[in-house]
Each structure stands twice: as structure tokens, then as C-alpha cells.
């Protein structure tokens, strides 16, 4: 049943009128006249701003510790670093994991071109190579619980690009011994996946154990 309730505004203490349900969980709510609504949608719009960009900062901070895993100079890496960082600001790219920012780095220093915004079907790849014809999965400790998703996934994924793309799944771990290797395992991996299709007519995703 529809019902008026009075309330007050919850910063300057206008006297507030609503309507709402009798069991209308709305009734338990804060509630701000039009004025102080206004201001506190603006704050919070700019604290959102604010916490998405001190994440930005952290993701790139643990990225250099992970290049500093691998006993490289991140020195090396700071140009890229600080592009991604921009393009990050900027909402040109997302990345779901620090580990994923060390990647890209190392790809734009091998000066391989990535789509980073491309979609197939309902799926954004983390990496997608088009010059290699590859899709390039990184896989956190969760993965080993999504095998059977991840493989439906890839097979939609392989199913609208062709036979002839590669899914290549490169575990976080890998990320953090071996990023000076990523380049030539990522292409290695690739190339021994399409022999074996090639071969025994075979359809399974590559994936670094």
C-alpha cells in the first residue's frame, strides 16, 4: 500500500515528504532534499574518481615489484609503465590484474601490436595478438577451478575467429620467474598447438603447465 512518510533530509535537516510501500525496505534509507542530493552525488562521483585512480597507482606499483621479481631493472620498463598508466587514466584500456600490466609492457617492448579493446562474441581477451594470430589468456591461481568454463569459452572463442587463431593460456606464475621468456614461450606454445591440430585434427586450448 502507497503511503506518504515524513522524514528529514539526512544533512541539513529539511523536513523531507516521500512516498513509498508499507514493506518498502526504501523506508530505512538516508534521505537528502534536492539541494543536498545533488552535492552528495557530486562528492561521491568524485571520491569514485578519486579510489579508481589510487587503484591505478597500486596496480602499477605491484607491477614494477613483479618486474622486480624477475631481477630486471624496471628502469626498463618505465616508458611503458608510464604509457599504460596514461591509457589507464584515460579509460583507454582495462586491465584486470597487475599481472596483466607486466605483460603489456613486455609485448610493447618486443614492439608486438595488441588490440586491447577488441571482443569476440560476449568475451574480452586479456591479449589479443591479430599479427600472430593469437589469444593470449593470463591465468591467476583461481584458473584451475574455470577449466571446464575456460574450454567452453576458448571453443566459442576459436569457433568465430578460425582454426587458424591460437589460445594461449600463460599462468601468473610464469609471469612472475620467467616475463624475459614470454615472448618466445607464448609464440613456442602457439606453434607447437597448431602441429598437433594439424597432425591428428585435434581441438584443445594451449596451456603452460
Known amino acids: 500500500m502507497l503511503e506518504k512518510m515524513k522524514t528529514k533530509c539526512w ?16 523506508k530505512y534509507l538516508r534521505y537528502y532534499c534536492e539541494e543536498c542530493g545533488a552535492r552528495a552525488l557530486a562528492r561521491q562521483e568524485q571520491d569514485n574518481e578519486t579510489y579508481r585512480l589510487i587503484g591505478i597507482d597500486r596496480s602499477i606499483e605491484r607491477a614494477i615489484e613483479t618486474i622486480e621479481k624477475n631481477r630486471i631493472n624496471p628502469i626498463v620498463y618505465r616508458g611503458y609503465l608510464r604509457e599504460i598508466k596514461e591509457m589507464m587514466v584515460d579509460k583507454e584500456v582495462r586491465f584486470d590484474s597487475s599481472h596483466e600490466i607486466v605483460v603489456a609492457c613486455e609485448l610493447m ?20 595478438l591479430h599479427s600472430l594470430k593469437i589469444i593470449l589468456e593470463i591465468d591467476g591461481i583461481n584458473h584451475a577451478v574455470k577449466v571446464e568454463r575456460d574450454k567452453r569459452r576458448d571453443e566459442e572463442i576459436l569457433a568465430e ?29 602457439a606453434a607447437k598447438q597448431r602441429m598437433v591440430r594439424m597432425k591428428y585434427g585435434l581441438s584443445k586450448k594451449n596451456e603452460f603447465t
Request: charged share 30%; with cysteine; aromatic share 14%.
Open 161 to 189: 575467429l578460425g582454426r587458424e587463431w591460437e589460445i594461449v593460456h600463460y599462468p601468473t606464475l610464469f609471469v612472475e620467474k620467467h616475463l624475459a621468456k614470454l615472448v618466445y614461450g607464448v609464440q613456442n606454445a
Open 11 to 26: 544533512e541539513c535537516d529539511r523536513p523531507i515528504t516521500r512516498s513509498t510501500y508499507d514493506k518498502d525496505p526504501g
Open 109 to 128: 617492448k618486443h614492439k608486438v601490436p595488441v588490440d586491447f579493446g577488441f571482443t569476440v562474441k560476449r568475451y574480452r581477451p586479456d591479449f589479443t
